[in-house]
């Protein structure tokens, strides 16, 4: 009788062990990922002027044209990536069609948006590095956030037929509808010494 009872109880703890080990193997694992997940202060902008929207308040869907230069949609991107009035930048969609370039990027980039909408971004910018191995670096960065991602990257980008200038491009998602936006920072002046 007492063999009987220690086997059961050796059976039943073997049980628990098993079915403790299947459960572990069967919950999710949880793994600590770094960044930025939350992105807490979104803002709306005008896709030509940068115009902040009136109030920094959502438009109505049926007034999302700007209200200071009447010629850009407004936008929705994260606050530390939105362009300020002033600011080159461009909107493209997820097959790297430019679909809104701002006036300061028209002057940069020396085409003006009615010529650019629709063509390729590839013939208006190119990654910095002509020696680089990925060329396809900065558009495969560019397609992700016109895909379906919120963060912010950055890159340095030269105008396509231009050598030796390097922008610093901050890459986020902009929309709706969801797009990529490229704000381009202006090459700074370097700051000269008395010496």
């Given at each position: 009788?007492?063999c009987?009872h220690?086997?059961?109880?050796?059976?039943?703890?073997?049980?628990?062990?098993?079915?403790?080990?299947?459960?572990?193997?069967?919950?999710p694992k949880?793994?600590?990922?770094?960044?930025?997940?939350?992105?807490d202060?979104?803002?709306w902008?005008?896709?030509?002027?940068?115009?902040?929207?009136?109030?920094?308040?959502?438009?109505?869907?049926?007034?999302?044209v700007?209200?200071?230069?009447?010629?850009g949609?407004?936008?929705?991107?994260?606050?530390?990536?939105?362009?300020q009035?002033?600011?080159?930048?461009?909107?493209?969609?997820?097959?790297?069609?430019?679909?809104a370039?701002?006036?300061?990027?028209?002057?940069?980039l020396?085409v003006r948006?009615?010529?650019?909408?629709?063509?390729?971004?590839?013939?208006?910018?190119?990654p910095?590095?002509?020696?680089?191995?990925?060329q396809?670096?900065?558009?495969?960065?560019i397609?992700?956030?016109a895909?379906d991602?919120?963060?912010?990257?950055?890159?340095?980008?030269?105008?396509?037929?231009?050598?030796?200038?390097?922008?610093?491009?901050?890459?986020?998602?902009c929309?709706?509808?969801?797009?990529?936006?490229?704000?381009?920072?202006?090459?700074?002046?370097?700051?000269?010494?008395?010496?």
């Amino acid at each position: 009788m007492l063999c009987a009872h220690s086997c059961r109880l050796a059976c039943r703890r073997t049980e628990r062990k098993i079915l403790h080990m299947t459960d572990q193997l069967l919950r999710p694992k949880f793994r600590v990922i770094e960044g930025d997940l939350a992105v807490d202060s979104w803002t709306w902008f005008c896709g030509h002027c940068a115009a902040p929207s009136p109030g920094n308040q959502p438009p109505a869907p049926n007034a999302r044209v700007c209200t200071q230069c009447s010629m850009g949609l407004l936008l929705e991107a994260r606050a530390d990536a939105a362009p300020q009035p002033g600011s080159a930048f461009l909107v493209c969609d997820s097959q790297l069609l430019i679909q809104a370039l701002s006036k300061a990027a028209e002057d940069l980039l020396g085409v003006r948006e009615e010529n650019a909408v629709n063509r390729p971004l590839g013939e208006l910018i190119a990654p910095a590095d002509s020696e680089a191995q990925d060329q396809t670096a900065v558009a495969a960065l560019i397609a992700h956030a016109a895909s379906d991602n919120d963060s912010l990257t950055r890159a340095f980008v030269r105008p396509a037929d231009t050598f030796g200038v390097r922008l610093r491009a901050r890459i986020t998602s902009c929309g709706p509808p969801r797009a990529a936006l490229v704000v381009l920072d202006s090459p700074r002046a370097p700051i000269l010494h008395a010496v």
